[in-house]
């Protein structure tokens, strides 16, 4: 049975990492993706190192071009980095889970939810940092859980190194995990001070010195953070850039669990589901945090320490941030962080609560099946049918003319750019709004009543994910 366990876990990663090569082959590419492209893979390689904007994941943006002066530009090249990011944090699920559960069912349950979280397996794809930062912490998280464990009496020290250079670089792929990469940091630090050495070495004089575990793990973050200050274009940074997130606790809770819980699939539309939604962003989710963090710190579970107490200690550094700065508290993809932390903490609970854990747990996979998707990413819904829009602008075109001029949506612009680059499109002409007299306007749900009513437009072409269409007169 315990081979069936390991089997079964190595399956399901195996098939998300094939399923999402799948998607960075097919799906459109997006707004955001399309942006990084346009500011610092079609411009000069120097704007990387001198032009900031809170769309430039550094490292990811670095990634992306190294990619793309590879493999030459597409959709699959932009988003390689997020591969790479996806097998990182496939590997470390597997890692992290099988040591801490053992071949067992929950184990199984574990990985899971680890890894079908609708929202999580986005950024396994879109060719943005969340997906590499997440990744990069969650290995250095697994590292951590092997070097602090009490099955190794001595923590070695290039696994400690990595653990650090793996929890400074997820920063660097994605300043949102300036928290959780602190707070990580902070409890990995004072567990290496309290962890006592074995017995006989604290016996044997004649042990030579070595270097304190604390030096080798601090030493890679406080590098590579210099080298990021340095090669950043952080004195460009702005406090007021950050603005995505929402102003409230209760929507920042609320915006987490609907992207984890309507998605997409076919319970997201049922009147239940804004009930069961609020009960886990205001009551299920927090309980488990708080629960794992106390049980953690009481009962010395060092995964529950290190899981549910990074979670929380990042709660409370985006609380003083918040109140201090003025800035907004995470949104969806700003606080992607908190979903596997979740997930983590509730199957660490359930040694101590058993029946509850694996009620809700296998309720939260059942849920993450039914919107099992490979078409669209929810903070980009309105793209996913940008690539067809302009072939279909490309093939119904006047063949005569010089110039096509293209209206509409500001959304959809960005993509349609790529799309007019990566095919030679030299002919489409982009104007970022429904102006008058344009040859054919691309518009998403929101603005096609307005647009077509006042330009007395019909609908010549309807995206079948999306809802975005091509209109003309």
């Not at 962890?195 to 030493?219: I, V, Y």
């Amino acid at each position: 049975m315990a081979k069936f366990q390991r089997i079964a876990a190595q399956g399901i990663l195996l098939g998300l990492f094939a399923v999402s090569v799948y998607r960075a082959i097919t799906q459109s590419i997006v707004y955001d993706e399309a942006l990084t492209w346009e500011l610092y893979i079609a411009g000069p390689f120097s704007a990387i190192f001198h032009h900031f904007d809170a769309n430039h994941h550094f490292l990811n943006t670095l990634l992306m071009r190294l990619s793309t002066s590879i493999f030459g530009v597409s959709e699959w090249s932009l988003r390689l980095p997020a591969l790479g990011g996806a097998a990182l944090y496939f590997t470390a699920v597997y890692r992290l889970t099988l040591r801490a559960f053992g071949e067992s069912w929950t184990f199984l349950l574990a990985v899971a939810l680890l890894s079908l979280n609708p929202f999580v397996l986005d950024f396994m794809v879109a060719a943005r940092g969340y997906g590499v930062g997440l990744a990069l912490w969650l290995g250095a998280l697994t590292l951590a859980c092997e070097e602090l464990s009490q099955e190794a009496p001595r923590p070695r020290p290039r696994r400690l190194a990595w653990a650090g250079s793996a929890v400074a670089l997820s920063v660097t792929a994605n300043l949102i995990f300036a928290a959780p990469a602190a707070a990580l940091a902070g409890i990995t630090v004072y567990l290496l001070r309290t962890k006592k050495p074995p017995e006989a070495a604290r016996k044997d004089k004649r042990q030579p010195k070595r270097p304190s575990p604390l030096l080798w793990f601090a030493g890679p973050i406080g590098a590579i953070l210099v080298l990021f200050l340095l090669l950043a274009p952080v004195e460009d940074m702005k406090v007021d850039q950050f603005y995505t997130g929402l102003n409230s606790i209760g929507e920042s809770l609320r915006s987490l669990a609907t992207v984890s819980l309507e998605h997409s699939g076919p319970l997201r539309t049922q009147s239940w589901m804004d009930i069961w939604r609020d009960a886990v962003a205001f009551g299920i989710a927090p309980m488990i945090l708080l629960a794992g963090a106390a049980l953690g710190i009481r009962r010395r579970s060092l995964l529950l320490t290190l899981a549910a107490g990074s979670a929380v200690l990042s709660g409370a550094v985006l609380l003083l941030v918040h109140f201090v700065l003025g800035r907004p508290y995470p949104a969806d993809r700003t606080g992607l962080y908190f979903l596997p932390l979740v997930a983590l903490t509730l199957v660490g609970l359930g040694r101590i609560l058993p029946i509850p854990v694996y009620v809700l747990g296998c309720l939260f996979v059942l849920q993450f099946a039914t919107e099992f998707n490979t078409r669209e990413f929810w903070v980009w819904e309105y793209d996913a049918d940008t690539r067809s829009i302009g072939e279909y602008i490309a093939a119904h075109r006047d063949p005569n003319a010089s110039i096509v001029r293209v209206g509409g949506s500001w959304q959809l612009q960005e993509s349609l750019q790529f799309y007019g680059h990566k095919n030679q499109w030299t002919w489409m002409e982009l104007t970022n709004r429904p102006a008058p007299g344009m040859d054919f306007y691309a518009l998403i749900p929101q603005d096609q009543a307005a647009a077509t009513a006042s330009l007395g437009l019909k609908a010549l072409y309807r995206g079948p994910v999306s809802g975005s269409i091509v209109a003309g007169n």
